[in-house]
């Protein structure tokens, strides 16, 4: 009970108007602040903690999840503010349906309402100039809530400052798996076999070479056993001149009289010819900067499904103990400042390295 009364009172106080004006000319001067040095282009938000937030404070989940929405509304803010171009967020996990129906269908209306708020005219995401992508399965979103999000999308189509994702219903193994049925689907479709790029290691083109050095060969031999000079046979009526020639890099040409009409070859894409490039152009996040900051709260250590591809060897990956509804500026700005540290020193490094490399070059040069 007493810390209830403390909550309350530390509420009072900072929503004071002296007070509440300096926390909001504060917190101005360090997004500034934050903005002056290097910012992730793109972040991810596993929005984790609603339900024990409300346990621990005694209120409804749904009420939990509603204060992690207004917590997210904060979060968003603070990014588009300092500059963040991207910010994609696990709003509801694939995964999540099997919780009850009643959380379900709340956290499914909840969804429909905080979005639409968030695009209105004149709010936050109009504001500054971002769009809404939803990322997932929209076969499993119910046509009501399909369409409010639908009109969502629709509503902030035209903005182009920045992007919000929103991955609903979602979960990275099934986004892999839908980008390598989709790569799978457009490379069983024939193409011209002109467009077909001819790769020097192929098996079509490796068996090509050796017949054709085969053909060759043979057709060496045969010119060392013949005589010289070309016969000829003057036969009444008719006269048959015979040559061949054969180059090793194409087969003979072959004459054969056919009445059928000529078929085109039927050509597909090489398969070896698909790279991380190509299952990348497949993903849900096609299009998206690369991911350089991915923040999960409530001390949960683990991705949970999250942006599996996503993760690379440059994404720094943050576990933080706060639960989502408290996660606030005060929270996010020590992350922020973590990793345009680490950006800086990992710049001067490869600047280092670059200077210390063309220096040898000189060095070499010089000694020639």
């Not at 108007?17 to 001067?29: F, T």
């Not at 969502?152 to 839908?178: H, K, M, Q, W």
């Not at 299952?279 to 599996?308: I, K, N, Q």
């Amino acid at each position: 009970m007493p810390s209830m009364y403390l909550s309350q009172f530390r509420n009072w106080f900072l929503q004071s108007p002296p007070v509440e004006w300096s926390i909001v000319q504060l917190r101005e001067l360090l997004v500034g602040a934050l903005r002056q040095g290097p910012v992730p282009r793109h972040v991810a938000f596993v929005m984790d903690g609603n339900r024990r937030f409300a346990r621990s404070h005694q209120i409804e989940t749904v009420e939990g999840h509603n204060l992690g929405f207004e917590a997210l509304a904060r979060i968003l803010e603070v990014c588009y503010k300092s500059g963040v171009r991207v910010v994609t967020i696990y709003a509801f996990s694939i995964e999540n349906f099997k919780r009850s129906k009643y959380e379900v269908d709340a956290l499914m209306s909840m969804a429909k309402v905080k979005l639409s708020q968030l695009a209105q005219h004149g709010d936050l995401l109009d504001r500054y100039g971002a769009s809404v992508r939803i990322l997932g399965q929209r076969g499993l979103v119910k046509p009501d809530v399909l369409e409010a999000i639908d009109r969502v999308v629709e509503l902030t189509s035209r903005n182009g400052e920045a992007i919000l994702n929103v991955c609903f219903p979602y979960t990275s193994r099934d986004e892999i798996t839908t980008a390598i049925r989709d790569t799978v689907i457009e490379y069983s479709k024939p193409i011209p076999s002109s467009l077909q790029p001819q790769r020097p290691f192929s098996e079509k083109h490796i068996t090509h070479n050796i017949r054709s050095r085969h053909l060759s060969t043979a057709a060496a031999r045969l010119r060392a056993h013949s005589p010289s000079s070309a016969s000829t046979s003057d036969t009444e009526g008719s006269t048959i001149s015979s040559s061949t020639t054969l180059h090793p890099d194409s087969p003979p040409e072959l004459f054969i009289a056919s009445d059928e009409p000529e078929k085109t070859p039927i050509a597909y894409p090489d398969p070896e010819s698909i790279t991380p490039e190509i299952l990348d152009s497949h993903m849900f996040t096609a299009g998206t900067p690369p991911l350089e900051l991915l923040v999960r709260t409530s001390g949960v250590e683990r991705l949970s499904d999250f942006m599996l591809w996503q993760c690379h060897q440059d994404t720094e990956i943050v576990f933080l103990d706060c639960l989502w509804p408290e996660f606030d500026l005060w929270n996010f700005l020590p992350v922020l400042v973590e990793w345009q540290w680490r950006r800086r020193k990992s710049d001067e490094k490869e600047k280092g390295t670059n200077v210390g490399g063309s220096r040898k070059a000189q060095v070499a040069s010089k000694l020639r």
